[in-house]
């Protein structure tokens, strides 16, 4: 199994909601990233987790908050999230430096 | 801090056209390089990538990249293009130091082909 898999596919959320985002792999990688990607523009990172713990947080606003429950899951906590924030918001998961990437949850920030 | 430039922004080819899109960083240390390809509505997959050894590398849908390690560069070439190869193509960067998590993207190339 070389998938990692992503719910929901659409969200469209207000900016006084708390909504979640997942991400799932069962490859047994060791690190899982979330990036988030706006029309027309490449990936940009924002969290990578290794062995469960926390490594880099690219100064994301804190109404984005990550979760790692266990080495396959890894959620995206959203609070009070601006219209701005609206955008395609990507998983991906390594063993070493290739990543696999999921198919995206698109956020709709009204 | 990696950096990564592609030179094309958007590429019109007409089937049957050879591609070449170019790809050049910036960085002091050793690196992995990739090209992922985004089709439309689908999500980021690989199409090949470079850690060592021939720096004339082969991937999927007959691309294949050259990396030549003193121009910093790293061009995705496909002799025929076809109408299906119409996406968007980025160039990614990782360096070896530092775990292999840190991956800087190109602004990436979208490519048009044309029947």
């Known amino acids: 199994d070389t998938e990692v898999t992503q719910t929901p596919k659409h969200l469209v959320m207000g900016m006084t909601n708390k909504k979640s985002l997942k991400c799932e792999q069962h490859m047994g990688h060791r690190a899982m990233y979330w990036y988030k990607q706006k029309a027309k523009k490449p990936p940009e990172l924002m969290f990578v987790y290794s062995y469960e713990k926390l490594s880099i947080n690219e100064s994301v606003p804190s109404r984005f908050s990550p979760e790692c429950p266990n080495s396959s899951l890894l959620n995206l906590h959203l609070h009070a999230l601006q219209p701005e924030d609206s955008a395609l918001y990507l998983c991906?998961?390594?063993?070493?430096?290739?990543?696999?990437f999921g198919p995206g949850t698109r956020l709709t920030v009204t | 801090a990696q950096s990564v430039s592609q030179h094309n922004h958007h590429v019109i080819l007409s089937e049957a056209a050879s591609l070449e899109l170019g790809c050049n960083y910036s960085?002091?240390?050793?690196?992995?390089l990739f090209w992922y390809v985004q089709y439309p509505g689908q999500h980021l997959q690989l199409l090949l990538k470079?850690?060592?050894?021939?720096?004339l590398v082969k991937g999927i849908k007959g691309f294949e990249a050259e990396f030549i390690k003193s121009k910093f560069s790293f061009n995705l070439r496909k002799p025929s293009v076809q109408w299906s190869d119409t996406a968007e193509y980025f160039c990614a960067v990782i360096p070896i130091a530092g775990g292999y998590q840190k991956v800087t993207f190109g602004i990436g190339t979208k490519l048009q082909v044309i029947p």
């Open positions: 960085y002091g240390g050793t690196v992995n």
């Open positions: 991906a998961s390594s063993q070493d430096s290739e990543q696999y």
């Open positions: 470079y850690f060592s050894g021939d720096p």
